[in-house]
């Protein structure tokens, strides 16, 4: 048995193009990106107004309570038609929760392109304190008074 051997020089390493780095940097929050427009494109394009299209709040059909998350579709089909009054009368957190995650995603693509982890440091009381605010929401809106926060 031979085996046979080739004498080749080491090469040199080939440098990546420039800007590969970045977008390698940035592709998971460019994703993300991706992924929320498609979500909001579809939902500006299907009107959730429309019976038919989506399936009902199983929570609402069930106990007649709202949810935290009951007219956010409809919240969203507003956001993508520009009517800011009408996404907040749908559901105002869900709004809120839009403009967090623009800022949010924002300063994450911001920080991925320079080479930087994110960071959030979001700590328990940060969470617990999100929770308190769903959770009073949620109370509220199905309170006699919080009708101004139904969908």
């Known amino acids: 048995m031979t085996v046979e051997t080739t004498d080749t020089a080491p090469t040199a390493p080939v440098e990546p193009p420039a800007?590969?780095?970045?977008?390698?940097r940035t592709a998971v929050p460019l994703g993300v990106l991706g992924g929320v427009a498609a979500a909001f494109a579809y939902v500006g394009?299907?009107?959730p107004n429309e019976p038919g299209h989506y399936p009902a709040c199983p929570l609402l059909?069930?106990?007649g309570l709202y949810c935290p998350g009951c007219g956010?579709?409809?919240s969203a089909h507003a956001i993508v038609h520009g009517d800011l009054t009408a996404a907040l009368g749908a559901n105002a957190l869900a709004v809120?929760?839009?403009a967090l995650?623009?800022?949010l995603?924002?300063?994450?693509?911001v920080r991925a392109a320079r080479g930087r982890p994110l960071g959030a440091g979001l700590g328990r009381a940060h969470l617990w304190a999100l929770?308190?605010?769903v959770l009073t929401f949620t109370v509220v809106r199905n309170l006699p008074f919080g009708g101004f926060l139904h969908p």
């Open 96 to 98: 809120v929760g839009y």
């Open 45 to 47: 394009a299907v009107d």
């Open 72 to 74: 956010g579709l409809r």
């Open 105 to 109: 995603w924002t300063v994450w693509a």
């Open 101 to 103: 995650f623009a800022v």
């Open 61 to 63: 059909r069930v106990t």
């Open 19 to 24: 800007g590969a780095g970045l977008l390698r």
């Open 131 to 133: 929770g308190a605010v």
